[in-house]
């Protein structure tokens, strides 16, 4: 049985016994192009498959789909609690804990189907054989994406149902022909660097689909949006664009889980992910945390264990 | 003459007082530190200093209590763990490291207030002015050669 | 029409370059922009079309209206006009029917001075698309990959180099005060550019602007919104799109007392910047009510934005949509107005 046929036993069975409300997966629309799916019928499982092109964390619409339907109560004592099932990669699956080590939801309401993914292609989001507009200055045929070339564990950390067998990292290394920018910056000079992101934040347009992408950036009022302009201003120039994206940063800080999704939608291609995987490296160097390994909360809303340490 | 603009984030009751020790005692230290007084060195979030030097300061110095010794018991505990993660960040995209600073000065300590103030101006002074604000509206792309709208503007102190 | 080759459009290009402010076609680290060239050689030419449509020339992402001096017993506003010639080159078709629409709304009474006088600046000089890209759906909204209405001058490319057609006079004093070299094309046949043949999987079709509101209480909404991300990414690429904010800020110099600047007078800007209304807080307002809370209000109201409302209310004669397929390039999660278009065309029948 391919998992695209798995996936949709699964649904078939959680939907029809009334387990969860909908499931959250991937289909593939008229243009070739794979996308979210919501399925809340069981007639309608077909519409979900599994492929190479299944790019997007989910994990960003659960906050939304179990959202308490009385927030004034607390979280246990909603017996009507929205049940959801979701698919997941090992990546997104990280993402679940970190929702979870902060109250989002309870694990109850989940049922996570996990995939042992194979690797995403880098074109993923785009239209099957089409070539987007960014893709002129080159030819080569599509790659796995980054992420995948540095996976170290294909299986998901969270899951009710598993599909696939759970296997060790998929990663085939940085891919050569595309060097990223990650060791280069460490070694250029201070004025070198901050032309580096200033060139690169001069493209953004404020659009914040990376920020709406993401499954941790879920702020009623993000900082940066504010009417009263505290933080920064509105407008879509230099300064303001690096304060949001550096200050983005820094608030996914212990919680990033790689998934790589910001990165993929920004549709400038501009490489903010480095900003993550920085802080990602430092916060394990300062703290040996890793996000989304277990539902703990990131060591910024934790009191020192050993000050000075 | 460049002179380094300092903005130093005191916490109440511990870096704040301190300077007022410094002061009583008559000690010297460099007039470039503007003083931000807040509760607790706690309260200075990685927004706050990076619309700092968003707004053109040349260096930045957060001094709050030791450890173990926040009047709030463990406000400077979230300082002391955000600073350096804040620290990376603003290295990694261009600013120098020593234009940030984090110490810790108790209430009755006037000397180490001076003696950090006058180690930290020093260090920013031989940084040169800071690069990191760019002019308002930055750089916009489709007016390379359009007039500078900040060239634009009337001088200051001209005539209404 | 006149024929130029390749090498003399080129040394026009950088006669432009070296005298206005000229606009093109630019790889910007891989991503293809309308951005300042100084030299023809920074031109991108062979492929689909920029990721940013050129309205930015005209409405920039953000603006500067104007300068607030508070003296000591004076408020003096400083207006901040645009006044550098521009040429944008290059220029798609679907780009230029957007510019015309837009012009519907920033030029109409009392007029929006900032615009008119980027666009009274601007000389637009097309290109003719050879093909048309995998998204694009021009000719089912009235376009053309060649249409030339909108240009100043337009640009078709043939085997032999480009012919060439003044559509106004502000575009023949261009190619006249630069001296683009030319020569009648042999076989004179203004017919030639239309050896195009724009080959196209589907033709899409487009409802009756009157189809769209019917559909207002229609659960179709909710369903594809269901997946939309509340970002603003097809609104900024949108060739139409036109929404902004406006708000006061400070400027720096204003808070810092460490320079006094003498007489006590402080700086502020009043900025414009794109807007969207697929944002959640949008629509919000003052007390915190929000009529478009929901993805599917929002999501609905973009498009009926685009085919009823804006139509109707400046009297566009079309829908106010290119074609361009930017939208469908760009949204993360494959919402694709062509999808729409049918979904409502199919409704509308029964």
């Known amino acids: ?309 | 003459m460049y002179e380094p603009r300092i903005i130093g984030f005191l916490c109440t009751w511990c870096s704040y007082t301190g300077a007022d020790t410094a002061g009583i005692a008559r000690l010297k230290y460099p007039a470039n530190l503007r003083a931000v007084r807040v509760p607790c060195s706690g309260r200075v979030s990685p927004e706050l200093i990076m619309r700092t030097f968003d707004q053109g300061a040349d260096g930045v110095l957060v001094l709050g209590c030791h450890i173990g010794e926040c009047h709030y018991d463990t406000g400077n505990h979230r300082t002391a763990k955000r600073l350096p993660v804040l620290q990376a960040l603003m290295t990694f995209a261009g600013l120098e490291p020593e234009r940030l600073r984090l110490d810790w000065v108790s209430a009755s300590e006037g000397e180490r207030f001076a003696r950090i103030v006058n180690e930290f101006t020093e260090a920013v002074r031989a940084l040169g002015p800071c690069q990191w604000r760019q002019p308002a509206n930055g750089r916009r792309h489709l007016d390379l050669r359009a007039a500078s709208l900040e060239t634009s503007l009337p001088e200051r102190g001209g005539q209404p | 029409m006149k024929l130029t080759t390749h090498e003399e459009l080129s040394s026009w290009l950088d006669s432009l370059a070296e005298n206005l402010n000229l606009i093109a076609p630019r790889a910007v680290d891989g991503v293809p922009l309308y951005r300042p060239v100084q030299h023809s050689q920074e031109v991108l030419w062979d492929f689909t079309r920029p990721v940013l449509s050129v309205k930015e020339a005209f409405f920039p992402a953000t603006e500067r209206l104007l300068t607030i001096e508070k003296g000591n017993r004076q408020i003096r506003l400083i207006e901040s006009l645009s006044e550098e010639p521009q040429v944008v080159f290059g220029v798609r078709p679907c780009d230029a029917r957007g510019v015309k629409m837009l012009d519907a709304l920033f030029t109409a009474a009392p007029g929006d001075p900032y615009y008119a006088r980027r666009r009274a600046n601007t000389t637009l000089v097309g290109l003719a698309c050879r093909e048309m890209g995998p998204t694009c759906f021009c000719t089912s909204m009235g376009g053309s990959p060649d249409d030339a209405s909108n240009m100043d001058v337009m640009l078709y490319p043939i085997e032999e180099g480009y012919l060439v057609q003044a559509v106004t006079s502000k575009g023949q004093a261009l190619l006249d005060n630069y001296a683009l070299q030319s020569r009648e094309h042999s076989t004179g046949q203004a017919e030639q550019k239309t050896a195009f043949v724009y080959e196209q999987a589907e033709k899409y079709p487009l409802p009756e602007r009157s189809a769209w509101a019917a559909q207002f209480e229609d659960a179709y909404w909710d369903q594809v919104a269901e997946r939309c991300l509340s970002c603003r990414i097809c609104a900024y690429v949108c060739p139409t799109c036109r929404c902004f904010d406006v708000r006061d800020e400070a400027l720096p110099e204003a808070m810092s007392n460490a320079s006094p600047s003498g007489n006590g007078s402080s700086q502020f800007e009043r900025i414009r910047c794109w807007d969207s209304c697929t944002g959640e807080a949008y629509r919000r307002i003052a007390g915190g009510h929000n009529p478009r809370a929901e993805k599917g209000q929002r999501l609905r109201n973009r498009f009926l934005c685009k085919f009823d409302y804006y139509p109707r209310q400046y009297a566009l004669g079309s829908a106010a949509c290119t074609g361009c397929g930017r939208c469908i390039d760009a949204c993360p999660v494959n919402i694709d107005i062509t999808e729409v278009m049918q979904h409502i065309a199919e409704v509308s029948q029964c």
Request: glycine share 8%; proline share 7%.
């Open chain 1, 1 to 309: 049985m391919t998992y695209t046929q798995e996936i949709q036993n699964k649904a078939r069975e959680l939907l029809g016994g009334g387990q969860v409300e909908v499931v959250i997966g991937y289909e593939v629309g008229p243009r070739g192009r794979t996308r979210p799916a919501f399925v809340y019928d069981p007639q309608d499982v077909e519409r979900l498959v599994w492929n190479q092109a299944c790019t997007h964390n989910l994990t960003t619409y659960l906050n939304d789909h179990l959202k308490p339907k009385h927030p004034e109560k607390k979280q246990g004592a909603n017996s009507e609690a929205r049940r959801v099932a979701v698919v997941v990669k090992a990546c997104d699956s990280r993402a679940i804990n970190v929702l979870l080590a902060e109250n989002r939801f309870e694990r109850q309401q989940l049922h996570v189907i996990g995939v042992a993914c194979e690797g995403i292609l880098e074109d993923a989001g785009q239209a099957g054989n089409e070539r987007s507009a960014h893709q002129l200055v080159t030819n080569d045929p599509p790659q796995y994406q980054a992420r995948c070339r540095h996976c170290n564990e294909r299986t998901p950390l969270v899951y009710d149902t598993l599909i696939g067998k759970p296997e060790s990292h998929l990663g085939t290394g940085p891919n050569p022909a595309r060097p990223d920018a990650y060791q280069r910056l460490q070694t250029m000079t201070p004025a070198e660097r901050a032309e580096f992101w200033l060139s690169q934040f001069d493209r953004c347009i404020r659009c914040y689909a990376c920020r709406q992408a993401c499954p941790m950036c879920d702020c009623p009022t993000c900082l940066y949006e504010r009417d009263d302009s505290l933080w920064v201003g509105m407008g879509i120039g230099l300064n303001e664009k690096r304060a949001f994206h550096l200050g983005r940063a820094f608030h996914l800080a212990g919680r990033c889980v790689g998934c790589n999704e910001c990165e993929r939608v920004c549709p400038m291609d501009i490489p903010i992910s480095l900003l993550n995987r920085r802080l990602a490296q430092e916060v394990e160097a300062a703290f040996g945390h890793r996000a989304g390994i277990a539902p703990v909360p990131a060591p910024f809303v934790t009191v020192l264990s050993n000050p000075g340490g």
